[in-house]
């Protein structure tokens, strides 16, 4: 479980100043970073207390190509006149036609699969500095473990386990997830409408502090990071759940509640079965792994990927995955899989692009502004656990903050569509909410930070990249041109920073997703990267879905139909879960 990591938590302390075998020597013997773990002893949490070292233990990172050219010391200036460059002061309003909730599924993916790159420790691993000086490619791979299991496994929702551990034991009710209700404030706002679905009032995470109050978690288990500053337990607003992360910001925590909902869903469905709760819970937590790994593939990709790269992708089953995943299995502990910081770092991190600055996201903050006419992004990060001043002052989600999935899952103009996928960032990315570490300028400017984590772990560039996929024989099909790249508001910056010729690979996917396909989803070498991860991943795994069939030929609808429905898309999850 990951409580509670935010974005700037220190996770591997070591000396720059000494030689990197000592480093890692050193960092292999650090103590647990305790915000990333559950408290448990190591016997019933190992993963998580692996996991906050680099013991060389755990889901390993790693590079696609580890002998390509590496960059050179470059100055942090010129990466940050480059980030500044890609701010969109009107928020975008081009269409990109991909639903606004896809943007938000692709979080919650990347929260269930990578935790760990985006770290700071004020010593090796850190972006802040003048001069950004690329890391021995050895020394990243050894001194930065994958806090999460790269299975897509959705241990963001259940944890590690089921384990007994007290914790975790309480994100489930028997059989089914514990899910958070809502805040009734009809009486202060008048004008209000609380959003008809769901139906119950199962409307949030669950929170410590009613757990607390019900008498369902002991006060003085709760670790430290899971109380609001200030605030005795039973007051406390932060979430139990697998990863903290899902609890940043009020749209993927909403996803998040509808992911149990469903689960719930689940166990309703199997109930004729009649088995006993631990193997009614184990049949639906499989079944929902199998379903979220399944819409990956058959909904997710096919929405944001270039569908030419994508099929060719699937046809060979992840040909570049599978290479990096064998050139591995002698340093991966059995049944890990190694994660890409391609992916990680650059090419899954083009959903930063898609957020806007605000949406129509129901009744009470939309278009018919019963309270006013948007929700904005600030909003969005202000009501979960991890604001200053959480929901207010309310215990759980106020009730006119329920989220309206209609709005973000319809295909109607451009103001329901997510962001396009390109070079320009709602402002709002560039000074986050809720963001901790030092410094502050750089923890809370989102492109800044990718720009500098990308070159500090050595990423290749962009050029270097499509290279070695030719050498590979999996050539990109279609390479920007030097004029398409320096198109835009961001070109002065590209040659003032001398990356014209070596783009860091963050920027490249984004640019030729904006000159490609007009933002409307990714370019050839972005869905090269995303595609090949995500669905390696799920080939790789023995326990996923595409092991059930033959190349993958597994539907949802031949184990069960929740609510009576057969899930094909998203939104058919959604449904069965009663929240659209």
Not at 321 to 326: A, D
Not at 546 to 553: E, K, L, M, Q, V
Not at 560 to 573: A, S, V
């Amino acid at each position: 479980m990951l409580l509670s990591l935010g974005h700037g938590d220190r996770i591997v302390l070591v000396d720059a100043a000494s030689p990197a075998d000592i480093q890692l020597a050193r960092a292999a013997r650090a103590e647990p970073d305790r915000k990333a773990i559950t408290g448990a002893e190591a016997a019933l949490a190992p993963r998580a207390r692996r996991g906050a070292t680099a013991t060389g233990d755990g889901d390993r990172f790693g590079y696609l190509f580890p002998g390509a050219a590496t960059q050179p010391p470059v100055a942090g200036a010129k990466l940050d006149a480059l980030a500044d460059a890609m701010v969109d002061p009107a928020g975008g309003s081009a269409r990109s036609r991909l639903p606004a909730v896809m943007t938000y599924y692709g979080q919650f993916i990347d929260h269930d699969i990578t935790a760990n790159t985006d770290r700071e420790n004020g010593k090796t691993f850190t972006i802040v500095g003048e001069t950004i000086t690329p890391l021995a490619r050895d020394l990243v791979v050894s001194g930065i473990t994958n806090l999460r299991r790269a299975k897509l496994d959705l241990d963001s929702l259940y944890g590690d386990g089921p384990l007994d551990h007290p914790l975790e034991a309480v994100m489930r009710d028997g059989a089914a997830m514990r899910v958070g209700g809502e805040t009734d404030v009809t009486g202060q706002f008048p004008a209000m409408e609380r959003p008809p679905l769901p139906a119950d009032t199962a409307c949030d995470l669950p929170r410590v502090g009613p757990l607390v109050a019900a008498g369902l978690l002991d006060p003085t288990a709760v670790p430290p990071e899971l109380l609001t500053p200030g605030q005795p337990a039973d007051q406390s607003r932060k979430a139990l759940i697998g990863d903290g992360r899902n609890d940043e910001n009020l749209v993927v925590a909403q996803l998040h509640t509808a992911m149990l909902r469903f689960h719930n869903a689940v166990v309703v469905a199997l109930a004729p079965r009649n088995l006993p709760a631990r193997e009614l819970f184990l049949e639906a937590q499989r079944f929902v792994r199998h379903v979220h790994q399944w819409l990956v593939i058959n909904d997710y990709l096919p929405t944001i990927c270039d569908r030419e790269t994508l099929d060719a992708v699937l046809e060979a089953r992840a040909p570049l995955y599978r290479r990096f995943h064998e050139a591995r299995q002698g340093q991966l502990p059995s049944g890990a899989l190694p994660m890409p910081l391609e992916f990680s770092v650059a090419g899954f991190r083009f959903g930063h692009s898609m957020i806007r600055n605000g949406y129509d996201y129901n009744r009470n903050f939309g278009a018919e502004a019963k309270i006013l006419p948007f929700a904005s992004l600030d909003q969005l990060f202000q009501f979960t656990g991890k604001s200053p001043n959480p929901f207010l002052g309310a215990p759980t989600l106020p009730n006119n903050w329920i989220v309206e999935w209609s709005r973000l899952t319809a295909d109607i103009d451009a103001v329901h569509d997510a962001r396009p996928i390109d070079t320009r960032l709602a402002p709002t990315l560039l000074a986050l909410p809720n963001e901790n570490g030092e410094p502050e300028d750089l923890m809370k400017h989102l492109a800044r930070r990718n720009l500098r984590r990308g070159w500090l772990l050595n990423l290749p560039s962009a050029q270097t990249l499509i290279g070695e996929l030719a050498a590979a024989g999996l050539p990109v099909s279609r390479v920007l041109t030097q004029d398409e790249l320096l198109s835009g508001a961001t070109g002065p910056a590209l040659t003032d920073g001398g990356f014209v010729e070596a783009t860091p690979l963050w920027f490249y996917v984004l640019k030729e997703a904006e000159i490609i396909h007009g933002g409307e989803r990714l370019g050839p070498l972005g869905s090269r990267i995303v595609a090949e991860t995500l669905a390696g991943l799920v080939i790789a795994d023995p326990d996923s879905y595409w092991s059930r069939a033959p190349n993958g030929t597994w539907r949802p609808v031949d184990d069960l139909r929740p609510g009576g429905l057969e899930i094909t898309r998203l939104t058919d999850l959604l449904r069965a879960a009663g929240v659209l």
